[in-house]
């Protein structure tokens, strides 16, 4: 009897122990496995109840209600915030409606219909303090007393403690490009959305004062858009084009494109540097490229001069070719800054003083003048008609009749013998 008694105190001895190695391993082993809990017809999932977050730094925790039973049930959900985490921004938002608020869920008994997916959003306010903060998921069956609640604890470390992925991410791989004024600036940008779900994008775009700009998809150059439909896990190339104002001076202006969905947000600083046109324009002040002149008199000529482009022209001279013995000179001789004519609104005014020697046979003459700056020039060829002064033209005539007399009064002779 004592034998029997020992043999089952060992036996038993035995069971509890391996009760006991039991239980110890399924400690072990229940943590590195996701624990649904029921409550009523629901099941409630949530995988992490504790988190550790580095300065400047958001979570986000996915939570999934499932249906157990076979009717449709209606379930209240919310998230309490212990008072040491009063200033934190903390809500529940839907997965697929773009980040909209949630407080109630409906969850069929059709497979596609009996789970729903929400996100816990916990984000620190700008003066947290690094500690521990406390916050409690509950969800109910609507009308009932009784809830399901679930702590959940936030460790905020007072630095970074790890690289964070950006959910929503805009990047360029040349974000300075230098275009003279007059012209586009044209950035190609990826966009990428790094959760698992589709996100529509808005765009914003911060321009300098009179400066316009559009965002296309990468190719589709025609389409202008505001905002775009970007798959989970996906990334799509963005083409960004900004044109500044024709008066724009040189120098290096900076642009941002802002992507927003309700939750996330990300920026890229991009930069346009102007380094401005110079277009010299010479035209006389009729308009006509031809003039007349006479043999032995000064003429004058005003000439047009001014500035298309956008920056300022320095060291406007003038130089001429001309026939030999010709005299040309200008008033002024140089202008030392032109400015471009949309800021300044009319053109500079050049006199021209062209005098041909007295005994230039008449005739059409060729005068080329050139304006030349320091960073542009331009050239004019114009046509001189040469007349002989009243005087020579009658002493002319006079000279003709006297020939004709003279031949006249010869034929005449030779006639009689």
Not at 149 to 168: D, F, N, S, Y
Not at 280 to 309: I, S
Request: charged residues 25%; glycine residues 8%.
């Amino acid at each position: 009897m004592k034998r029997i008694s020992s043999n089952i105190l060992s036996f038993m001895g035995r069971k509890v122990y391996s009760v006991v190695c039991l239980a110890l391993l399924a400690l072990l082993i229940v943590p590195s496995i996701p624990v649904f809990a029921a409550s009523g017809s629901f099941e409630v999932h949530v995988p992490y109840t504790g988190l550790i977050l580095g300065r400047g730094e958001d979570a986000e925790i996915e939570i999934t209600l499932k249906n157990t039973s076979t009717e449709e049930c209606v379930v209240d959900v919310g998230v309490v915030k212990k008072q040491e985490a009063s200033n934190w921004d903390v809500k529940l938002v839907s997965s697929k409606w773009d980040g909209h608020g949630v407080s109630q869920v409906r969850l069929g008994t059709d497979k596609t219909l009996n789970e729903v997916e929400l996100i816990l959003s916990l984000k620190p306010g700008k003066d947290t303090n690094p500690g521990v903060y406390r916050f409690t998921f509950y969800a109910a069956l609507k009308g009932s007393q009784k809830r399901f609640e679930i702590p959940i604890t936030v460790e905020l470390k007072g630095e970074k403690i790890a690289p964070v992925r950006e959910q929503l991410k805009l990047e360029t791989s040349y974000p300075v490009i230098e275009n003279p004024a007059g012209s586009d600036f044209s950035y190609e940008v990826s966009l990428e959305n790094n959760t698992k779900d589709p996100k529509v994008v808005s765009f914003e775009l911060e321009l300098p004062s009179g400066w316009t700009g559009s965002v296309t998809p990468r190719w589709e150059s025609g389409k202008k858009i505001q905002s775009m439909k970007l798959e989970g896990s996906s990334t799509e190339r963005l083409a960004v084009t900004v044109t500044p104002p024709k008066t724009v001076e040189k120098g290096s202006y900076p642009v941002k494109l802002v992507a927003k969905t309700d939750n996330y947000e990300a920026s890229i600083d991009l930069s346009a540097v102007v380094t401005g046109t110079y277009e010299l324009k010479l035209l006389p002040e009729t308009q006509r490229l031809n003039f007349e002149t006479t043999a032995g008199q000064e003429t004058t000529l005003t000439l047009y001069v001014w500035n298309d482009g956008t920056a300022p022209i320095d060291n406007v001279e003038f130089f001429v070719s001309k026939p030999d013995g010709w005299k040309v000179e200008f008033e002024p001789k140089k202008i030392e800054r032109l400015e471009p004519y949309a800021l300044k609104g009319k053109p500079d005014q050049v006199k021209m003083i062209v005098k041909a020697p007295e005994r230039t046979i008449p005739g059409d003459y060729q005068v080329t003048v050139t304006a030349s700056g320091s960073q542009s020039d331009d050239t004019l060829v114009l046509r001189a008609t040469v007349k002989v002064p009243t005087g020579w033209g009658w002493l002319g005539v006079l000279v003709i009749v006297v020939v004709l007399a003279l031949l006249f009064g010869t034929f005449w002779k030779l006639k009689r013998r």
